[in-house]
């Protein structure tokens, strides 16, 4: 994963350039002490994760992660516990209080690299139409889940519930548009901001609604003529 490293203090960027060369899966791109700097990098190189530091002269850390529709990952580090729910407002991967011991880095960076590989299809053993699982994160543990399992997939704000055949719901730090980058379309198609679902399994269509299991879940307005058209043409 190719890093950038954003934080004025030279002390807390030393840190991590240290703790980052302790992790063979990352790689730091540039180290910066600014938003404008980072921005610039930004502009000329592919960044996967960015470690940054909250407050910045002139543009705070959360007013330049903000600034992106779609940033790289973000894992924020700071000595100030009170931005930690503005922190996942804006989608932290996740946040490291300073002075940060490396147990709790190496943690932060794992999930990173977690949700690279979702995100980057690498969690299956072959092609994305083809293959038959994906590993996700879920608490304290990678989780796979076989894809033929999969009933429907519900949207909780930050975080997504996956529910699976026979078995408690999967509740994971991921988003509705990397599952469905990364799940096989053929088997797999969002039908609401909220709802991703297997198409194999739907029982019954009733106007705007179909039934999964025992759950009737709504087709969105948005996604009605996409999800009419995939099937009723197949």
Same mark, same amino acid.
């Given at each position: 994963?190719?890093? !950038?490293?954003?934080?004025?203090?030279?002390?807390?960027?030393?840190? !991590?350039?240290? *703790?980052?060369?302790?992790? /063979? *899966?990352?790689?730091? %791109?540039?180290?910066?002490?600014?938003?404008?700097?980072?921005? +610039?990098?930004?502009?000329? #190189?592919?960044?996967?994760?960015?470690?940054?530091?909250?407050?910045?002269?002139?543009?705070?850390?959360?007013?330049?992660?903000?600034?992106?529709?779609?940033?790289?990952?973000?894992?924020?580090?700071?000595?100030?516990? @009170?931005?930690?729910?503005?922190?996942?407002?804006?989608?932290?991967?996740?946040?490291?209080?300073?002075?940060?011991?490396? +147990?709790? *880095?190496?943690?932060?960076? &794992? $999930?990173?690299?977690?949700?690279?590989?979702?995100?980057?299809?690498?969690?299956?053993?072959?092609?994305?139409?083809?293959?038959?699982?994906?590993?996700? $994160?879920?608490?304290?543990?990678?989780?796979? %889940?076989?894809?033929?399992?999969?009933?429907? %997939? @519900?949207?909780? =704000?930050?975080?997504?519930?996956?529910?699976?055949?026979? =078995? $408690?719901?999967?509740?994971?730090?991921?988003?509705?548009?990397?599952?469905?980058?990364? !799940?096989?379309?053929?088997?797999?198609?969002?039908?609401?901001?909220?709802?991703?679902?297997?198409?194999?399994?739907?029982?019954?269509?009733?106007? #705007?609604?179909?039934? %999964?299991?025992? $759950?009737?879940? /709504?087709?969105?307005? &948005?996604?009605?003529?996409?999800?009419?058209?995939?099937?009723?043409?197949?």
């Amino acid at each position: 994963m190719k890093c !950038l490293i954003v934080d004025d203090e030279p002390l807390a960027q030393q840190v !991590l350039q240290e *703790f980052t060369g302790r992790v /063979p *899966f990352l790689e730091v %791109i540039a180290v910066c002490s600014s938003a404008t700097e980072a921005a +610039e990098v930004l502009r000329n #190189n592919t960044i996967d994760l960015i470690f940054l530091d909250i407050h910045m002269p002139r543009i705070s850390g959360l007013e330049f992660i903000s600034s992106y529709s779609n940033p790289p990952q973000f894992i924020l580090v700071t000595a100030y516990s @009170e931005y930690a729910l503005q922190g996942f407002n804006v989608n932290a991967t996740d946040y490291l209080m300073k002075p940060v011991p490396f +147990e709790r *880095f190496l943690k932060a960076v &794992n $999930k990173a690299y977690e949700l690279f590989r979702l995100r980057n299809k690498t969690g299956a053993s072959t092609d994305a139409q083809n293959q038959r699982f994906i590993l996700v $994160k879920s608490g304290y543990q990678t989780v796979k %889940i076989i894809l033929d399992t999969i009933q429907y %997939i @519900e949207g909780l =704000k930050d975080y997504v519930k996956i529910y699976t055949e026979g =078995k $408690k719901p999967i509740l994971s730090l991921l988003t509705m548009k990397g599952l469905v980058e990364t !799940l096989p379309e053929d088997k797999f198609m969002r039908i609401h901001k909220s709802f991703i679902i297997s198409t194999e399994r739907i029982s019954v269509i009733s106007r #705007n609604r179909v039934l %999964i299991g025992d $759950k009737w879940i /709504p087709v969105g307005e &948005n996604y009605r003529d996409v999800f009419r058209n995939k099937m009723f043409n197949k």
